[in-house]
């Protein structure tokens, strides 16, 4: 059993360290609610009049579901052009139950 957990706290300490946003704040390792740009380029960034979101679920590192992506955001803020992304990352004891919010701004 000892063994078992070992596996299990290591595969999810080594997942958590993967990202593919440019920046990733900081995580904690039994509650993490943090929020980061998806793009880096910000010279004359215009945020825009309106903001959507969408997101994605994951219990137990077993089971994920939801649409995180940028059109589904935009379609839900009913957004045309896309001027900025933001994300937020919500992790609850080792990764047992996680959420990625996509947060879209523009017009």
């Known amino acids: 059993m000892k063994k078992l957990f070992a596996i299990i706290s290591a595969t999810m300490l080594l997942t958590a360290c993967t990202t593919t946003a440019p920046f990733q704040p900081a995580t904690g390792l039994f509650y993490s609610n943090t929020k980061a740009p998806l793009q880096i380029d910000y010279n004359n960034t215009d945020i825009g009049t309106r903001v959507g979101k969408s997101s994605s679920k994951s219990i137990l590192g077993l089971f994920a579901f939801g649409d995180a992506s940028v059109q589904a955001a935009a379609r839900e803020g009913k957004i045309r052009t896309v001027k900025h992304a ?20 523009g017009d």
Do not use: A, I, N, Q
């Open 86 to 105: 933001d994300y937020e990352f919500m992790s609850v004891l080792l990764g047992l139950f996680t959420e990625t919010t996509v947060y879209v701004y």
